[in-house]
């Protein structure tokens, strides 16, 4: 199931590299404007001003990657997708991407703020707990709120009921969604060595959306099997079998297709 997640991935990227690039460009200058205006700011040492402007670039990031989240959920669904879909998807996602962004820097102020207080002013073994206790809090957060955009792609949920499910997600599949995390990270450390263009916030949002799509196989199975009650039971998923029409779909895209995929259209 590992191996099928990551060559769907990479296949829905190079499928879609037109949308992903163009998308990624955008979000990578509105970051780096809106996050240089903010840097700026607190250069000034105006932090009042600093901390707005933080805001409001949150927002704007949100809004711009939840539009590709609606296009990662018709990848991963096996639809095409159009450059001029990105764009009629900026309207639908102000609400929820304002919501998400004022909670992701309303998260990182305060959490810098108590950084600041109990490693740097407290100076004290309390302070070093609470300090990283508070650490551990946003690596958990971190690793739920993965799952929050592809919830919100594939299943339509509302903010609320999206932030439970992200919760919930990530504890019933702890070791799965640290496995995802970590592709998420090697794909950000790839993103910086290609300038912020590949693969991006786009590529990363494509595989997280496969992998959610791919992870809920398992609950319908489940569905279908009230008897799986243990937890040793719940984990005996026929993996293989849920995803044979995926990968069938998918096909075997040997490495001529990528080059020179004209050719094998033409087979």
């Known amino acids: 199931m590992y191996g099928f997640l990551l060559k769907k991935s990479f296949c829905d990227g190079w ?20 996050l240089t205006l903010a840097a700026y700011a ?23 990657v939840f539009a590709y989240g609606e296009l990662a959920a018709d990848i991963a669904n096996f639809n095409g997708v159009s450059l001029v879909e990105y764009f009629k998807q ?13 909670f992701i820097s309303a998260a990182a102020i305060v959490s810098l703020l108590a950084f600041d207080y109990y490693f740097l002013q407290m100076q004290s073994l309390v302070g070093v707990f609470l300090g990283g206790l508070i650490l551990w809090c946003d690596i958990f957060l971190i690793l739920a709120l993965q799952w929050f955009l592809p919830i919100r792609s594939l299943m339509h ?43 991006g916030a786009s590529g990363i949002l494509i595989n997280t959306t496969n992998a959610l799509r791919i992870r809920l196989y398992k609950y319908d199975y489940l569905e279908e099997h009230p ?18 029409e995926d990968r069938e779909t998918l096909g075997p895209r040997k490495l001529k297709s990528f080059l020179f995929p004209w050719k094998e259209e033409n087979k």
Do not use: H
């Not at 903010?159 to 592709?183: E, Q």
């Not at 008897?227 to 044979?244: A, H, V």
């Open 157 to 199: 949920n509302g903010f609320r009921k999206c932030l439970k499910k992200s919760f919930i997600v990530f504890f019933d599949n702890t070791g799965f969604s640290l496995l995802v995390a970590l592709y998420s990270l090697v794909c950000l450390i790839l993103t910086v060595l290609t300038v912020g263009f590949v693969p």
């Open 90 to 102: 900026i309207p639908k996602v102000l609400k929820d991407g304002t919501l998400f962004g004022l």
């Open 42 to 64: 607190a250069k000034l040492s105006n932090n009042i001003v600093f901390a707005l402007l933080f805001v409001v670039a949150c927002i704007i990031i949100s809004i711009l």
């Open 227 to 244: 008897e799986l009650q243990g937890k040793r039971d719940r984990k005996k998923i026929p993996w293989e079998e849920l995803i044979y």
């Open 15 to 34: 499928d879609n590299l037109l949308s992903l690039v163009v998308t990624n460009v955008i979000i990578l200058f509105a970051t780096m404007g809106l």
